[in-house]
Structures are given as C-alpha cells and as structure tokens.
C-alpha cells in the first residue's frame, strides 16, 4: 500500500484536534493491517505531551480494496528497554494494539499485540511481530515459586539488511566474565510484566524491576533466532 493511498483514505481526519504519529505494519493472521496511531490533542495534559489516560485512538486499516477504517484503542505500558549502545537502561512505553480475533471475541479475554518493534534500531521494516521474538522469564535460578507478575523480553532477530544486530552493550556489561559471544543478546531489548498472560494481561514495569531482571541477564543468553 503506498502512502499516498494510506494518506487520501484518512484525509478527513480533523488534523487541528489530532497528529498522526506513527505507521505500523503488521500481519493479523492473512489480513496485513496498517495502524495508523492518531493522538486526540484533546485528551493531553494542559501544557504537556504526555496523555491520560495513556490511551490513544487507532485507525485500522482492515480492507485495502474497500477502504474500511475501524476505529479502535491503542494502550501503553511501562516497559524498561536496554539499548544496544551502551546508553543507561531506561523506561519507556511500549504500545499494544487490539489483535484480530473470531466471532466468538466475547467469550475470551482480549488479547493485545505489543509493538517493541517501535523501539528497536535497524529492525526490518513492515514485518510487525515476525521481526522479533520473546522469551518468558517467570523465575530465577534457585527459586521455588513463579512470580507473581513474570516478565517478557522482547527482542529482534530480523534486521533491514540482514546483517546480525549489534552486540548489546549493556548486556554485555552485565554478564562480564559470563558473557558468551555465541549466545549474546543483540540489538535493543525491551522487558515488559504481565500476570498470567503477556498478551492478555500485560502490566506496568517500573525501574524498581531491573535489578531482577538484571540477576536473569547476567547468567542466561539470548534463546536464539
């Protein structure tokens, strides 16, 4: 779909109450999808960039040939990401959308697709969730229990060029003399918190979260491609 087509089918958007922020493409089963994130400037903060409640509207592009726009909601949450570059870990917010789902959508929780995709330097473009992966952390070594609320690292395994993503450095820091080339964690990782289902019941990280999932980094390396 070009971006001309994409810009003439949402043209009568009101853009003196909205900015259009972001494109994602994604696939919902067969059906790709263009999310097109729109932020009502209604609903900011006075004198502020930050929304509240951090939701935003979504135009979902559904049927290319008929033109159809549902209006859906997009949701952030807290997440903490680590940069490949070396930078200091830091919060950020991760964006899920609503999924495709059937018919029967009214008898199962709903499910929400994270987009840590947004937040990840050369990863391939158009791809959505094939571009990435992710990997359950729901215990430490030598824990008797689960968590309560386990964590999820999201992180990229396709890049624009093809070539591996850059070994990343804080990571690397991390696991010191543990660090294993072969296994080493690559580009920007994201780490999100959910309760009993990342895609269902995702939840907000804090910073307070880092040195456990710090304590998993420093002795696991990435699950692999």
Request: charged share 20%; net charge neutral.
């Amino acid at each position: 779909m070009s971006s001309t087509l994409l810009r003439s089918q949402i043209s009568n958007i009101d853009r003196n109450n909205v900015d259009l922020d972001l494109v994602v493409v994604h696939t919902c089963g067969t059906v790709d999808a263009v999310l097109v994130v729109v932020k009502d400037k209604r609903t900011m903060k006075a004198g502020g960039s930050v929304p509240h409640p951090s939701t935003f509207n979504l135009v979902v592009v559904t049927n290319f040939k008929s033109s159809v726009l549902v209006m859906e909601q997009i949701v952030y949450f807290d997440a903490i990401l680590f940069p490949s570059d070396g930078r200091s870990p830091s919060l950020i917010q991760l964006m899920t959308s609503p999924m495709a789902v059937g018919h029967h959508a009214a008898h199962i929780s709903p499910t929400r697709m994270p987009h840590p995709e947004v937040h990840m330097d050369y990863i391939a473009e158009g791809l959505g969730h094939r571009a990435w992966k992710y990997q359950l952390v729901e215990a430490l070594d030598g824990m008797n229990r689960k968590f309560a609320n386990p964590y999820v690292i999201f992180y990229p395994v396709i890049s624009r060029d093809g070539m591996p993503f850059p070994v990343n450095k804080v990571i690397r820091d991390i696991q010191g003399e543990n660090f294993v080339e072969e296994v080493t964690w690559r580009g920007n990782i994201v780490v999100a918190k959910y309760r009993d289902n990342p895609f269902t019941s995702m939840i907000d990280a804090s910073m307070a979260d880092f040195p456990i999932v710090k304590n998993y980094l420093l002795t696991h390396g990435c699950p692999g491609m």
